[in-house]
């Protein structure tokens, strides 16, 4: 069964260090998320991209934040400057269609900022 | 904008007993998705059901069923037969379609004891 893929699985940073979250979406899906969970919080959205550009975002993804389709298969979220509150889960999504299918998560990536 | 309310932080059951999550929400949508997702420790979103607004048939997915009341915008999940590896947060999300974000509730945290 065809799965969304996030590397890598536990990121340790620096604050103030940049950096890049990456995700494979579902092949054939369209639309693309991230949404991010503090620990013991719930989940909340960051970003939606589709057809090569954002579609919403949230007011928590602000200029330090930033994403990307560098190709044809890859998702990234890219934080340029790590500050201790960025740390969390981060779960890339998609989905085939907008009104007809189900957004699959991936397993998530654990960033932890020093 | 929407909003999805858990009241209940944790609940407890036995091994092989029933127990009922309860979720609340807000929007002035008329078609839209509601789902339940499981977060066992390791942090993975996994779905457990999902139930179509303009269907009247309460979903079930083996132990799994929702009670749906569109009207009261009321979206229980019933678990039967509990087991241990049911334990875990259950966190209810709203979709209003259209490519949009997910909006979940706080989450509930379920603890099956033996």
């Not at chain 1, 590397?7 to 092949?27: A, F, K, N, Y």
Request: glycine fraction near 4%.
């Amino acid at each position: 069964e065809p799965e969304v893929t996030q590397t890598p699985s536990h990121q340790v940073t620096q604050m103030g260090q940049e950096v890049i979250l990456r995700c494979v979406p579902i092949s054939n899906h369209l639309y693309f998320y991230w949404y991010r969970q503090i620990l013991g919080q719930k989940v909340e959205f960051l970003v939606s991209f589709y057809n090569n550009e954002i579609s919403e975002k949230s007011e928590i993804f602000d200029d330090q934040f930033s994403v990307e389709r560098p190709d044809g298969s890859n998702f990234t979220l890219k934080i340029r400057s790590t500050k201790l509150e960025d740390s969390a889960m981060y779960f890339c999504a998609s989905r085939g269609g907008p009104s007809t299918d189900t957004q699959y998560f991936g397993p998530g990536t654990r960033l932890t900022v020093l | 904008a929407q909003t999805v309310t858990q009241s209940q932080p944790e609940m407890s059951v036995q091994e092989a007993e029933t127990v009922t999550l309860s979720c609340t929400y807000d929007t002035s949508e008329s078609n839209y998705y509601l789902f339940w997702y499981k977060q066992p420790p390791s942090r993975q979103m996994i779905l457990v059901i999902r139930q179509e607004a303009y269907k009247q048939q309460n979903a079930t997915e083996n132990r799994f069923s929702v009670n749906f009341q569109k009207a009261a915008k009321s979206f229980s999940l019933k678990i039967s037969d509990s087991q241990l590896g049911d334990t875990a947060m259950y966190f209810c999300a709203f979709d209003p379609l259209s490519g949009s974000r997910l909006t979940f509730g706080e989450g509930t945290q379920l603890t099956v004891n033996p």
